[in-house]
């Protein structure tokens, strides 16, 4: 497996794979996705919106690509779901146009200024680390309260 396949196969695992992003986001309702844990977090919301923003504008910034309006669909959870998608779905066409050696080229980003494969490692983090959160938002509001333990460990 060369470090596109493998940049490939994480992106679509931490956005929709076991423990992945959309996994974090199934069943949501758009009372919670609204709801505030606090003055200083984000709602689901507005972290979904920032997520699909990141891989847009970063895309943009690196491989001078994306030709659509967009704006924040706060009020409407399948809406910025929709958004999310899009984005995703332009993030990893901007990955399968990328050749191996575009991968080991710098890009300029706002942020992450280092090699294209370095660029996409930091989307497949970003997603686990937000999806992560949404989780623990997720928790707190009530939705997640049936903890199961995993087999075996204790």
């Not at 949404?134 to 928790?139: E, Q, T």
Request: aromatic share 10%; glycine share 8%; with cysteine.
């Amino acid at each position: 497996m060369d470090i596109k396949e493998l940049l490939t196969k994480q992106t679509n695992e931490a956005f929709e794979g076991e423990m992945s992003l959309m996994g974090a986001l199934q069943g949501l309702s758009q009372e919670e996705a609204s709801w505030r844990l606090n003055d200083t977090t984000w709602t689901i919301e507005e972290i979904i919106y920032h997520v699909a923003a990141c891989k847009i504008e970063y895309c943009k910034q690196g491989f001078g690509k994306w030709d659509f309006e967009y704006s924040k669909t706060e009020g409407n959870i399948q809406a910025s779901l929709g958004l999310l998608n899009k984005a995703q779905e332009h993030l990893t066409e901007c990955l399968s146009n990328c050749t191996l050696e575009d991968l080991d080229q710098p890009i300029s980003t706002k942020f992450h200024g280092q090699s294209a494969a370095h660029f996409f490692w930091i989307m497949i983090m970003h997603d686990i680390s937000h999806g992560a959160q949404i989780g623990m938002i997720r928790r707190a509001y009530g939705a997640y309260t049936d903890f199961r333990p995993v087999k075996g460990i204790s």
